[in-house]
């Protein structure tokens, strides 16, 4: 027999009848055979030829499950296990088949599908809907009539999302205005997150300018839109401009640079308002309208009292006792000047300057109408006298020429500095004004000591009680306690020009 085998095309050639008598491995499936004698084709199946165009039985032809679906190796019985039912619970048994698609009902009910559960009812508009355009943007209303695509602006007018229109709660650009109330839960707010200089202002009912963030030079201001520091406050014409309060017995304003701070605390009793120096107390005003201060006092105008006096721990007792003394008081601006000096030979020169260390020429630039009051001498019955102060200088001389022993003397004189020829208690002199009739009201001259008083929420701005600041009023008492009388403060006054 001779065959004829092309192994570039994997086909052999021969006779028909050499064909019957060659025998393939059964991995050679798939081979052909041109028979030269009838040319006809045959396939190789693995154990037979199978004519071109003929059959081949179900026997004769191998299977592998590579996904463990049956067990049979061959068609035969691989089909077999599907007639016997082996897919009965993966697939639609013949009771179970949609041969009756006509019913839909039924179908549903085979298929375990339950509409309005696991499955969408057919709907006219449900292919209106599948056919809109699906352009990024778009979203989908309904217009009455039928489910439309929408964008921008339509989109907006139909979701209620008008610029400019009742309840707002969209913008969409610079100029816009949102009307209605906005809150903001469950998150912060920051605004000018960039840092521009874009100022902010928030509008009282009266008060264009309630609160005002002027960006461009990182201040605030309230009441005002132009503020001149970092938080500026403006009350407009009511004289509180702020109120602090605390739940607690104390308010505190601290006042704080960068190594240390300064607390002003208002409080109940007798604890009224004082400043503190970090905790350390320098300055209280009482409830009683008293006032004290825990540290040195330095005035740099005029100091003007009803009463003065020194008041001290007792030097005797200084846990049970105090001590008060009253100051000196004199029609003049006097000053005293006194001191005790030795004589030698019945003579002795006082300088004043040196006596008390000052300066070279000051007891002369400071005074005016100075006299030696007093020279004494000291445990002894000798007489001395003084001569006229000359500069700073005076002289003390002796009865007895051969005295050596101390004098006591005593200088009086009056101011005569700048300072006290400046301020308005004393004349061109600089010599004090005992004497000055009380003040007329004059409306124009008393418009900064006018206060307005509001004796009820309910009164208006424009209703106020006016009220003058002012204790030197003609016709009312400085100190109206001190004569028996409960007057206040100047009320309803009748503006009237002294003739």
Known sequence: MTVTRVHARNDYFGTAAERAG????????????????????????????????????????????????????????????????????????????????????????????????NVQAWDAQLDDIAALAVTDGNIIVGDGANWVAESGATARTSLGLVAGGAGDIWVEKAGDTMTGALTIDGGGLVVNESGGDYDTRIEGDTDANLVYVDAGNDRVGIGTSSPTHKFHMNSGTSDVVAKYESTDQYADYIFKDSTSYAIVRGGSGRQHFYVNSGYNESFRLNAD???????????????????????????VDPKIKTLRYGFVESPRYDLVHRGTINLRDGFAVVDIDKAYGLTPGTFEALVTNAAVMSVQAMDSYVRVKASKINGACFEIEAEDEKFAGAVNWFVLAERNDA?????????????????????????????????????????????????????????????????????????????????
């Open 289 to 315: 309208k008293s006032a004290r201060f825990f540290d040195n006092l330095n005035i740099a105008g005029s100091l003007s009292k009803g009463s003065g006096s020194f008041y001290i721990d007792h030097p």
């Open 419 to 499: 300072y006290v020829k400046y301020t308005k208690e004393t004349n061109e002199n600089g010599t004090l004004i005992n004497e000055e009739d009380k003040i007329m009201p004059n409306e124009e001259a008393f418009a900064d000591r006018i206060k307005y008083v509001r004796d009820s929420k309910d009164i208006r701005q424009d209703e106020l009680e006016p009220v003058i600041d002012e204790p030197n009023i003609r016709g009312y008492y400085m100190h109206p306690e001190a004569f028996g009388s409960k007057q206040k403060l100047m009320r309803n006054v009748v503006w009237r020009m002294e003739k």
């Open 22 to 117: 060659l025998s393939l491995p059964s991995d050679a499936v798939g081979t052909r055979y041109l028979s030269t004698d009838t040319s006809a084709w045959a396939v190789w199946t693995g154990s037979a030829w199978l004519a071109a165009g003929g059959t081949v039985a179900a026997a004769d032809v191998s299977i592998t499950d590579s996904g463990g679906y049956f067990t049979a190796t061959d068609v035969e019985a691989a089909l077999q296990e599907i007639a016997d039912g082996y897919f009965d619970d993966q697939y639609l048994l013949e009771s179970n088949n949609l041969s009756d698609l006509d019913n839909a009902a039924t179908a549903r009910t085979n298929l375990g599908l339950a509409i309005g559960t």
